[in-house]
């Protein structure tokens, strides 16, 4: 389903009563709600046709119902501001350097509070992946049941609510601007944890490492070893990435892993409002994005859960924050945290 978003002081924005007001300065009511209804359908209609805020002259008129007047206000600009809607030709930051053939107008600054054709098509495709059980078997597979991550695991489907959000499978599109591929490339499988520390980021961005695929004999050792969870290596270690056989104090296998600390509420009482019961996710839930920096506990079975202290009520130390997004940036509600970054290298990742 197609939708648009407004801002609460829509109605307030004085560009209304400026673009309504006759010669004398009077303010007629009526002619701002048809400037505001007009505007209300041609956001509407632009996200409908996916056109990137792009409207043909006839679509344009059609939602001005008809009305020459209305739609020659709202290409007005007032207040030192563009107008609501650009001629082509007309001259802002929000319209790039290049127009589309074909149209005639297009909603000023749409894609900052709009997601583009490009992006909800990705959005889509995501959240597909993370439906198709088919693909999320494979990964996990391949990937032993563990986190590309930190390698803690074997990660449990049935986890739900754990505190220890190391134990909980989720998956993760490593490039958050690329869908996963038919033979799971660019998906991972990933731990609470992690997933949630790293975000609408990269790897990179997020100061992580994806490690190796394992082999079938590493898979096999880890299986047989039951649970164990384990920290993030350093960026650093990305050429020597470390194994399940090396030393960590972090490594604590589990008698009952099913049943180890799962809970419906959090370690401060609240309900969890995160559900992974079933092992995958709903689609507003997709790679489980955070856009703040919240604390992360680095001590043994810490929690590490967003938005929550860590076990034993210690704050830990912080995790890294979300990278500052520029004032220009897109907005941050359709998960996007940078321009595009070129060519996507292509097949699966190894």
């Known amino acids: 389903m197609t939708y648009w978003l407004g801002s609460d002081d829509h109605a307030a924005d004085p560009v209304w009563k400026v673009l309504a007001a006759d010669k004398a300065g009077r303010v ?3 002619r701002v709600d048809r400037l505001q209804a007009a505007w209300s359908r041609l956001m509407a209609t632009a996200a409908h046709l996916r056109s990137d805020g792009y409207l043909t002259a ?31 030709g007309d001259e802002c930051s929000c319209l790039g350097d290049s127009w589309i053939d074909g149209y005639a107008y297009r909603l000023h600054a749409f894609l900052k509070r709009n997601p583009s054709r490009a992006e909800t098509d990705r959005n889509r495709a995501q ?15 391949r990937d032993g049941g563990c986190c590309r ?13 754990a505190r220890e959000r190391r134990k909980v499978l989720q998956f993760d599109h490593v490039d958050p601007d690329r869908p996963a591929t038919p033979d799971g490339g660019n998906l991972v499988t990933a731990c609470a944890r992690c997933n949630e520390h790293k975000g ?11 490690l190796p695929v394992p082999t079938a004999a590493e898979a096999a050792a880890w299986a ?12 650093a270690s990305a050429d020597q990435p470390r194994t399940t056989d090396e030393p960590t104090t972090n490594q604590r296998p589990s008698s009952d ?3 180890d600390a799962i809970s419906d509420t959090t370690s401060d009482g609240d309900v969890d409002p995160i559900d992974n019961g079933t092992g995958s996710l709903r689609p507003d839930q997709a790679d489980q994005r955070s856009e703040t920096a919240t604390p992360w506990s680095g001590k043994g079975a810490g929690s590490g859960r967003v ?15 979300q990278p500052t997004r520029p004032p220009g940036a897109p907005d941050i509600y359709h998960r996007r945290s940078r321009a595009p970054s070129g060519p996507v290298h292509p097949g699966p990742l190894p």
Request: aromatic share 2%; glycine share 8%.
């Open 127 to 141: 959240r597909a992946d993370l439906r198709d059980a088919r693909l999320k078997a494979l990964v996990v597979e």
């Open 200 to 210: 609408h980021r990269t790897p990179v961005e997020a100061d992580m490492v994806v």
């Open 58 to 88: 006839f679509d344009a008129l059609a939602q001005c119902w008809g009305r020459q007047a209305v739609l020659d206000a709202l290409c007005t600009p007032v207040l030192d501001r563009p107008p609501i809607l650009h001629h082509q």
């Open 149 to 161: 991550y930190c390698r803690s695991g074997p990660l449990l489907a049935k986890a739900g609510r």
């Open 224 to 235: 047989a070893r039951g649970l164990a969870l384990l920290d993030l290596p350093p960026a």
């Open 28 to 30: 007629d009511r009526d």
């Open 257 to 259: 892993p099913t049943t």
């Open 307 to 321: 938005g929550h202290r860590a076990a034993g009520g210690g704050a830990g130390p912080p995790r890294p924050p």
